[in-house]
């Protein structure tokens, strides 16, 4: 009990720490260069509500994966919430999310598919809160759930196609997590953007989104088999990044961007931006809708940012092609999956 | 102070919860003799032996070493002061070699590393003066019963003790290794050993002993030596009562066959035929005793019988006509069986579990302990109460703890268990073994009480004297097969004696 | 697909299978003394979690490998004077004492992690033999030998360490009087108490062998790994537990364990990467290393019994 304590003083500190850190606004381009050397931290935005905020996430907030994108994007909407993570026990999550509910908390941000089932018992309990729910492409048919889910293919398949362009006949090595969700989505929109891009795909599964042994062992069987180039994803990737930084391996990122792990190989990243389809979310609770649909981050409403790594010296041609590419799939000349 | 005994214990007292096992009990040893502890099953002789090698500390009492009042706290300052002990039930390490058993506890030459080849030298050394063969390097668990026995004294010749304490140590040997075992102890002896020996056997303790010391409910009841009592005399002595040592047998008619054994044929542990086709038949009314020395097949024949060992195929095991060679043993039991195994902690009682949870073992389904779906506690208890008080089991309650009962309690408690579940065969192996004589007499009068009441009984047991007493008729085991089947009238102990060796 | 049948691709499998195995390896090590001495401890997770911050930490902070290691190495032991008071002086039951050191050590693991450090950030990684400061051109030509190189030279020093420690827990157990001890009491403790050896003593001082090697198991994982995070180990103390068991306590055989283990880890991803293995069948794959390393370790030692006192606590009364 007494961990759990100093776990949320510590969570609190932190969110402090980030909001005094903050300058300067996000943006909701589609694409962006970071410039290299410079300071990652996301920059608090202008508050876009006074609704009381609530997160509850499987791994750690700045697992620099899944939880710290959320993490970051209600940054960027200035709002600080109450965070419960590392809730990867579905059990214990439940009984966070129920917990904010009764302190009459507005806004429930249930980051986890495997909350769906909890979301179903609470959420008709208490009408009057909103929660919001993701990664799911379909809100339960409940009235009070917002659900929320990236199309991982389309900047999956930006990064396959700049990825072909470096791996060219060599191939790339893909180290995936558990075959669903948007793992999956991700990982074939890349296999299609590769193969356009006349390079191929070799996919291991591990099974596990937290291994990093396994995820370390897969990454070196790619670089012993000979690729030129390696992704992944999920917050078990870390031990992939590492091996592309031993062997020198390009190295694409996806959900959040992995410059904090590798700042020299990593070539782009497809990162979350939450905040799009948050912002509009909490606009229509604001309203009263508390909630009945679900919404998707694209790379047209700028939730898929395709972030460049200004270290990475990348052929402009290739940058160029890219951003054409990222053009098409907006205008659905490009299918990603 | 130069005559004083090797060993003198003053009044000493021990308590257990609910029990006084050595209420103010005196006794000594001088060196050179053997002076015999004699009582009854949970008479106290054990907890006297094992607050002298310091395993239990005395309520109250003062024990001397060679008249220096001497303070054992553990079994390491006994083992300094020169006292050995040979434990009722082994104190061996299985898996250990015989070397590493002596050695356990002693230090090394080399500091840090075993020195066992140096340790297997002495053993040999010690193996030579006293004619105790055993191989140092090989592991205890291939011993047979004698030689773990030796392994036992050697540890205690190792560890040069003066005083040698050895708690029931011919219960498992063959006739043949309690010959062995004396002219050993008689060697000791001679060397200015003094020993303490327990036994129940009468004619061993009189055959060895210099002085013999009863014991009865913890006290001291008497003593004396061989010269000037007997068998019957000792007996008495320790059961406070007149004792019947060999059983009146009433004539009884033969019943139909109800055990039959056809062609049984059964591997050992090991692999090979332990069991080579044995025939025979026990019929209603009569009580076969199987003789033989320890190791020809006796405990792998038991075990079938019993449905805990599969036979080869074409053996036949029947009882009652009922065909059981192929039965686990709930069927078995079911089908009449009671089984009195050969080893009693291992498979004949969960040491622990309460006393009344062991008698109520085979038969706690039975719906008259039963109130709907509910235990019926006030039935169990009237039951495991009379079964405690037929078969005087010694035990402070009916919720001790089963391995906190003596040897021979426990015996009584499985042959209570098992009798009184109305069988209609009884196997039986080793009944009495580790039994005081007057338990013994109570359990061979209930065995014939049930032959004459037309219970087929089959008796395995090494115990001369117990098959020749209690047997119709004898089968003697020799490698696996009968070799021959005597009627009592016909048999005497030379001839068993000679068909045992397999002669 | 023809690749995976080159010699190439059979050495580095194996050289995976070695490296994946070593943390398995020193942790099976540490239990089985500890198991010979009658004592099982389902804690080796929660402190190979432990001893995994404490050398990652150790090394964002110092620099050091070495000092990472220690630091494992000081962590479980202190975890296992713990554990060992708790069941051997109080005599508390072994199963639940060791599933709270695990909760105790995946919880504060955790926490330490989130306090201390935050954000995952790669470490240098143990370098290999070929990489290690000043040494490392010595072992340059060695490691380009065909075959031989990567499979004996391509390591880092805690490989070797652990496997150098399989005949050395060999001769502890069987060569030397502690180890006489530790199987004594681990077999019939009232037999070697009769003797005057200290069933306490001996217990105590294999436990915290044992978890003193979980420690380092745990930061060797996170050195070779390069990285902490939540839950690092993933339940590979549980595995190396059961590993002892399907070993038949036996180092040598819960060696091959661990390797079997690792091979089939190491040839499952292998295959996948080639595409031997279809997409799609990643579950059943992903339970091969688990399922044939038990089924080969059950044929191979399920006659052999363990420790007789296993799990029981000793007292004289
Ligand atoms: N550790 C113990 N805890 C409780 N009671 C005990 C303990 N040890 C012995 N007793 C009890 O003390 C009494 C004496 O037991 P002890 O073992 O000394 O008998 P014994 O004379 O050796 O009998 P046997 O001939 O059957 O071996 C018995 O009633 C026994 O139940
Ligand atoms: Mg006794």
Known sequence: ?337 | MEHAPLLTMRNITKTFPGVLANDDVSFDVHAGEVHTLLGENGAGKSTLMKILFGLYQPDSGEIRLRGEVASITSPTSAIEQRVGMVHQHFMLVPTLTVAENVALGLPSNRGFRTDLDAVSERILEISEQYGLSVDPSIEIWKLSVGERQRVEIIKALYRDAELLVLDEPTAVLTPQEVDDLFIILRQMTANGTGIIFISHKLHEVLELSDRITVLRNGKVTGDTTPSETNRQQLAEMMVGREVKLAPDKPHVDLGLARLQLRDVSVKGDRGTMAVDGVSLDVHAGEIVGIAGVSGNGQRELAETIAGLRPAESGSSVTIDDADLTKAGPARTRAAGLAYVPEERMKDGAVGEFEVSENLLLINHGDPKFRRGPLFDFAKIREHCQRLVDQFSVKTPSLETPTSSLSGGNIQKLIMARELDSRPSVILAAQPTRGVDIGAAEYIHSELIEQRNVGVAILMISEDLDEVLGLADRIAVMFEGRIVTVIDREAATREALGLAMAGG | MSQFFTVSVLVATLATAIKFAVPYLLAALGETIGQRSGVLNLGVDGTMLLGAFGGYYTVIQTGSHLQGILVGLGIGLAVGIVYAYVTVFLHAQQGISGIGIFLFGLGFSDLLFQELVGTPKPIRPLPTLDKLPGVGRIFEPLVDIDIVGPLLFDHNLMTYMAFLLVPATTWLLMKTTFGMNVRAVGENPQAADSLGVSVAKTRFIAILIGSSLAGIAGATLSLQLAIFQHNLTNGIGFIAVALVYFGAWRPRWVMAGALLYGLVTATRIRWQSLDIIPQGASDIAAMAPAIITILALVLLASRVRGPAALTRPFSRH
Request: negative net charge; proline residues 2%; charged residues 15%.
């Open chain 1, 1 to 337: 009990m007494k961990a759990k304590r100093m776990l949320k003083l510590f969570a609190v500190l932190f969110a402090m720490t980030l909001t005094a850190a903050a300058c300067g606004s996000g943006d909701s381009t589609s694409t962006t260069t970071s410039e290299c050397g410079s300071d990652l931290a996301v920059a608090a935005g202008e508050s876009v509500t006074d609704l009381s905020v609530a997160l509850v996430a499987p791994s750690a907030k700045d697992d620099v994966a899944f939880t710290q994108s959320m993490v970051d994007s209600l940054t960027r909407l200035g709002i600080e919430p109450q965070i419960t993570d590392g809730t990867f026990v579905v059990e214990e999550a439940a009984a966070a999310i129920r917990g904010y509910a009764e302190d009459g908390i507005d806004i429930i941000v249930a980051h986890g598919t495997q909350y769906g089932g909890s979301l179903a018992e609470i959420a008709p309990d208490f009408p009057e809160t909103s929660f919001i729910w993701g990664t799911s492409a379909d809100n339960q048919g409940i009235a009070n759930v917002f659900a929320y889910y990236p199309e991982a293919d389309q900047g999956g398949y930006v990064n396959g196609l700049i990825a072909a362009s470096i791996a060219g006949a060599d191939g790339i090595g893909v180290v995936g997590p558990v075959e669903a969700g948007d793992a999956v989505a991700y990982i074939e929109g890349f296999t299609l953007g590769a193969e356009a891009g006349g390079s191929s795909t070799s996919i291991v599964y591990t099974n596990s989104f937290s291994d990093v042994a396994l995820a370390t062992t897969t990454a070196e069987a790619h670089a012993a088999n000979g690729v030129a180039v390696l992704t992944g994803t999920s917050q078990s990737a870390v031990g992939a990044v590492n091996v592309a930084t031993a062997n020198d391996l390009p190295w694409f990122g996806t959900q959040s961007n992995t410059e904090a792990w590798s700042s020299d190989l990593t070539v782009a990243s497809q990162v979350y931006h939450w905040d799009v389809v948050l912002a509009d979310m909490i606009e229509k609770i604001e309203g009263g809708t508390l909630g009945g649909e679900a919404m998707a981050l694209t790379l047209e409403n700028g939730g898929l940012v395709m972030e460049f790594n200004g270290c990475y010296d990348l052929d402009s041609s290739v940058k160029s092609d890219a951003e054409a590419a990222i053009a098409d799939i907006i205008a659905g000349e490009i299918v990603t999956k």
